[in-house]
């Protein structure tokens, strides 16, 4: 366990009486909660722009806790899709009365994890401790790509060398699991596929075409499977244009029927 945990509180002007008794105390020394931005106004254009906004700030904290309601759960939505991608720190809801249905929706945007008001702090910090673990596990569960900020790019991408067929199926662990590899794991990935084509009769026309159809093809796969299906919920999250998203299945033939659900989650449904 670590000693010490910081939660950053994000609040919003319809839950400020949420996180104000919270506000700037600790739990047995232990955890910690900051208001490092301002209450924010959720009918304030541009207001769900703000956790995106805050995300180098953020940082410095190990999570952070938005109290979601039925009033402000419109704002997390787009907050939490504005954020994909460009905040690093994981995101728990403090929530009340919300549908399965929200939580569903909330989980496919980006949430990691919530709690339920009244706040138990215990609790929180046993969630927030698993998070941070959690964390770590896709690193460590996969030993045929170390950390390239660790070892080097140069290192990291050995293993992919004079694989052979083991090269196969690290390519089918990484195309299942794209969405959650890092920048410094794709490059690595990137640059052992370049390498082994520079050192092959491929041109490096044919070579990156073969590396941008696996990529694209991978994302497409994995998009639709953690939505359901759903095309529109998949591209959206793709940051495309629905069209565009469509195209590209239709170019690599991908059909998005074996991804649905007898249930598939609502994009918006009500909370």
């Known amino acids: 366990m670590r000693e010490r945990l910081d939660c950053a509180l994000i609040g919003t002007a319809c839950t400020a009486d949420w996180i104000r008794p919270w506000a700037g105390r600790h739990w047995g020394a232990r955890l910690y909660f900051h208001t490092p ?9 541009g207001a769900s722009g703000c956790l995106a906004g805050g995300a180098m700030l953020l940082r410095r904290f190990d999570v952070c806790l938005i109290p979601v ?3 402000n759960l419109a704002w997390a939505r787009t907050s939490l899709l504005a954020a994909r991608g460009r905040l690093a720190t994981p995101v728990l809801a403090l929530i009340g009365q919300l549908k399965a249905a929200a939580l569903n929706d909330l989980y496919e945007l980006g949430l990691h994890d919530f709690v339920r008001a009244p706040l138990c702090p215990e609790e929180l910090r046993v969630r927030i401790e698993r998070l941070l673990d959690e964390k770590r596990l896709p690193v460590q569960a996969w ?26 199926a690290d390519e089918t662990l990484l195309c299942s699991t794209i ?7 794709l490059d690595a990935y990137a640059a052992a596929s370049a390498s082994r084509s520079a050192t092959s009769r491929e041109s490096f026309r044919a070579a990156k075409s073969k590396i941008i159809e696996r990529f694209e093809t991978a994302y497409i796969k994995a998009a639709l499977g953690r939505h359901s299906g759903n095309i529109a919920m998949a591209a959206r999250a793709a940051q495309k244009h629905r069209r565009a998203f469509w195209a590209l299945m239709r170019k690599y033939d991908i059909d998005a029927a074996p991804y649905r659900s007898e249930s598939p989650p609502k994009p918006f449904a009500d909370g």
């Open 143 to 168: 030993p045929s790509l170390p950390v390239p900020a660790a070892l080097g790019v140069k290192e990291s991408v050995e293993p992919y060398r004079d694989a052979g067929p083991g090269v196969a």
């Open 69 to 71: 309601s039925a009033h």
């Open 179 to 185: 969405l959650e590899r890092t920048g410094l794991e």
């Open 37 to 45: 931005l301002p209450s924010i106004d959720i009918g304030h254009e």
